[in-house]
């Protein structure tokens, strides 16, 4: 059976499907929320706050300069590779103001990595911290970028503050390597020839299938794919996330829309779809504050940025909830207003959720999505009604089913690949139909998860396995191809494969099997190898050299194997 109406079984007030002509476009949420939270605050960094006014008065001149001063048209692609900073909100809805496809980048990304993505979604222009400006000036010439709008970490503040620590990343803590873009136009000055260009035109994009994000995610054969993600995808799941993340009415025990004005951390990055969807859209949508951290990794730099604020929300991920709890002045914080931490993109650790509640009285609700569903497939409800163990219940308007090997549906309490059907799945990939096909099933109805789950009489899911052999790092996708593909082009290497193992931090970390043609070759060549080329986290923290390694008899490395073996030996271990 679907899984898509419960029956009296969700949590109170959660409706079973949603409303969705409520709105057609992403634009329309975001002017919506300008007008009524005009004097509210949206965004904070750096212990400085834009109101919804100013966020809509600078996207709103950001929209007017690339209509006005740049050759792009409706529905050419841009590229956004910025921190959580105050720059990325305005240059998000200021692109999709003025009707660009945004393309999501990670700030991490290798020169390799931003090569592909750029040339695969053919975009034409490119917004970016000075950074990472080298590393677009060394690829810049193999691109079809047109635009290069550079900013720096403190460009939204007011002066003095702006210019000192403009001045301390770059000549005190080394923060920006030296680059040279002759054509590159500064965000400030994109903002203030803006103001005087006449208003932008906010007559495109604005069909519910038109796709105005590109989201990359990668896929089996290691090459990053971008997932289309439409107006309708992304306004739907904002709405469906929404009912979820509504909060419990402590003396009548209704479900109720959380306070406008709420505060909620931002520790995650904004080009990931999840912190987009909940900040961007939902809280925005809710006119709520978020409380942008830049770099989550500094630890003492974070807890400083939210010990000012009582929190309302907190979204995170295990490995960052764990490196909170470490941190002696966490347990300082103001946790009086907390009501809601949600977590998501990799698996929680019991023990983390514990401690978690124990410190802060919240609990934690698990959630469960991928880069195609924009993301939310499950949430766990708020308010003390979650589920341990469970990633919770379809969100609103969605149905889930298990399959087996012969795509047959399971019966409920039965393990199977888990599928998706509802309007936050994606169009599909960009440019890549089969692909696309790949990734439903053969009526082109449900989105295969490719991860084997268990849905239990409540509608509750559980995930159990994963059917693909994607590694789970800190919330983000690693593929073992990618891995493979890159640390084959050592010279020194010979054969090699990659897989996940469990890691009390991360979730996963990536182990890599070595056969070397160079008997001298050392981890730490390799590993020096991997960072040359690939973002940190996809960097292998365990590498092993072996004479040979397990394979079909068509030659075929069998991962799967050697998966086994690191599970017996962590058994035998323990």
């Known amino acids: 059976m679907d899984i ?49 006014q100013q966020i809509n008065e600078y996207s709103a001149a950001f929209a007017a300069w690339l209509q006005n001063h740049t050759s792009l048209k409706p529905g050419d692609r841009i590229a956004i590779q910025m921190p959580n900073i105050l720059q990325f909100p305005i240059a998000m809805y200021g692109a999709l103001r003025a009707g660009m496809v945004v393309v999501n980048t990670n700030p991490l990304y290798t020169e390799r990595e931003m090569l592909h993505q750029f040339n695969d979604s053919g975009a034409k222009a490119l917004v970016c911290m000075d950074v990472f400006a080298r590393s677009v000036q060394n690829i810049r010439a193999k691109t079809g970028l047109q635009h290069i709008i550079v900013t720096s970490l403190a460009d939204m503040l007011p002066a003095p503050k702006r210019v000192l620590i403009n001045a301390a990343a770059r000549y005190i803590k080394k923060m920006v390597p030296a680059y040279s873009l002759p054509d590159a136009v500064r965000f400030r000055t994109a903002l203030k020839q803006g103001l005087a260009c006449p208003p932008f035109s906010a007559d495109y994009m604005r069909n519910p299938d038109d796709t105005i994000i590109l989201q990359y995610t990668g896929g089996t054969t290691g090459v990053a794919k971008g997932a289309e993600l439409t107006n309708r995808n992304l306004v739907a799941n904002m709405l469906q996330s929404s009912a979820i993340l509504s909060q419990i009415d402590p003396a009548t025990g209704e479900r109720i829309k959380p306070n406008v004005g709420s505060k909620v951390v931002a520790p995650l990055p904004l080009y990931h779809i999840y912190s987009f969807t909940v900040h961007l859209m939902a809280l925005f949508e809710q006119g709520d504050q978020s409380i942008l951290i830049a770099n989550p990794r500094d630890t003492d730099m974070f807890v400083r940025m939210v010990k000012p604020h009582k929190l309302t929300g907190f979204i995170g991920l295990n490995t960052l909830f764990v490196s909170l709890l470490n941190h002696p ?31 802060t009285g919240c609990g934690i609700s698990e959630a469960y999505g991928l880069t195609e569903c924009s993301p939310a497939v499950t949430m766990n409800p708020a308010g003390g009604l979650e589920r341990d163990g469970t990633v919770g219940q379809a969100v609103p308007g969605t149905a889930l089913k298990c399959i087996d090997d012969q795509g047959e549906e399971v019966a409920i309490g039965e393990r199977g690949e888990l599928c998706v059907k509802g309007p936050q799945v994606m169009k599909g990939y960009w440019k890549r139909p089969e692909a696309t096909t790949e990734s439903f099933t053969p009526d082109g109805e449900w989105l295969r998860t490719g991860d084997v789950a268990i849905i239990d009489e409540d509608g509750f899911v559980k995930i159990v396995d994963r059917i693909k052999d994607m590694i789970l790092v800190s919330g983000f996708n690693v593929y073992p191809n990618e891995i493979e ?14 897989i996940g193992v469990a890691d009390d931090k991360t979730g996963e970390a990536v182990k890599l099997f070595i056969v070397a043609a160079n008997p001298d070759v050392t981890a730490e060549e390799i590993k020096q190898h991997c960072r040359d080329n690939m973002t940190a986290y996809k960097v292998p923290r365990y590498i092993e050299f072996r004479s040979e390694l397990p394979m079909s008899p068509v030659g ?14 962590a058994t035998e271990t323990a």
């Open 4 to 52: 898509s109406f419960w029956d009296g079984k969700r949590a109170p007030g959660v409706p079973d499907q949603i409303d969705l002509t409520q709105y057609n476009a992403v634009v329309e949420v975001i002017e919506n929320a300008f007008q009524r939270f005009a004097d509210r605050p949206a965004f904070t960094s750096i212990n400085h706050t834009l109101t919804y």
């Open 329 to 359: 002045e966490f347990k300082k914080c103001d946790f009086s207003q907390l009501r809601l931490t949600l977590s998501g993109g990799t698996a929680l650790v019991d023990n983390t959720a514990k401690r978690w509640r124990e410190l």
């Open 485 to 498: 593909d890159v640390v084959a082009q050592h010279p020194a290497v010979e054969n090699c494969a990659a």
């Open 556 to 569: 075929k490395i069998l991962r799967r194997e050697l998966k086994d073996e690191e599970a017996t030996s």
